[in-house]
């Protein structure tokens, strides 16, 4: 199975700024997402990362305030732009590892706080 | 697109009894159906899935059923034990394995011991 790495594991912010998270997957994956899931809630998708393509955006989200890149089979990131206290949340990457398998890995998370 | 709608968003159970979760979705062309395990603090881990040429699935003492007709899908654990208190979140996807899940609202099963 895959193991997903990611940092940081937290993180607090100032309101206005921008805040890059690192995923890194132990193997090759075909696909990888981006979640949030807000205190005491449900995995909301934010994208799909498309490696070495623009990223594939749910309804909701947009490449400005989260833009994401893939430039490999194993790693991406996820910036959240212009911060404000409602972006607190944590922030999962998972990974897929076949075209057969529907196991869908999850990193630990990101917690960012921003004040 | 899909919707998944879970209940209850709580469940309370003696030790030993059986937690029985279940979840609706919207689209009939959803064919995976997995179900992950949240403790607090940690990532969301699979605990059992299921695809949709089956209609019931066992691990041990969990279990999970599809119903397509109905479209709806439920998970039952049997003997709970404190270990198993956690958020449940059952989640549906189509297609390929590329497909992206769509998650319920998410269970927190509490097990008294």
């Known amino acids: 199975s895959a193991v997903i790495s990611q940092k940081p594991s937290r993180d607090i912010c100032q309101r206005g700024t921008s805040l890059t998270i690192q995923c890194q997957v132990d193997?090759?994956?075909?696909?990888m997402f981006w979640y949030r899931q807000q205190p005491g809630q449900s995995l909301t998708l934010i994208a799909t990362a498309n490696q070495g393509s623009e990223a594939t955006y749910e309804s909701g989200f947009v490449i400005d305030k989260f833009p994401i890149s893939r430039p490999n089979l194993t790693f991406s990131t996820l910036t959240v732009s212009n911060m404000s206290p409602e972006d607190s949340s944590i922030y999962l990457c998972?990974?897929?590892?076949?075209?057969?398998?529907?196991?869908?890995?999850f990193g630990e998370g990101s917690r960012l706080t921003v004040l | 697109g899909e919707n998944v709608e879970q209940h209850p968003s709580t469940l309370s159970v003696q030790e030993g009894d059986s937690a029985v979760i279940k979840c609706t979705y919207s689209?009939?062309?959803?064919?995976?159906f997995p179900w992950y395990k949240q403790e607090l603090g940690k990532r969301p881990q699979l605990i059992i899935d299921i695809r949709s040429n089956v209609g019931e699935k066992k691990d041990q003492r969990i279990a999970v059923t599809l119903n397509k007709t109905a479209k709806h899908f439920s998970l039952h654990i049997t003997e709970t034990q404190p270990e198993d208190s956690a958020v449940y979140f059952c989640a549906a996807s189509k297609g390929a394995a590329g497909n992206k899940l769509t998650f319920g609202g998410g269970t927190r099963v509490l097990v008294k011991p």
């Open positions: 193997s090759q994956v075909t696909m």
């Open positions: 689209d009939s062309a959803s064919n995976y």
């Open positions: 998972s990974a897929r590892e076949g075209a057969t398998t529907g196991e869908l890995f």
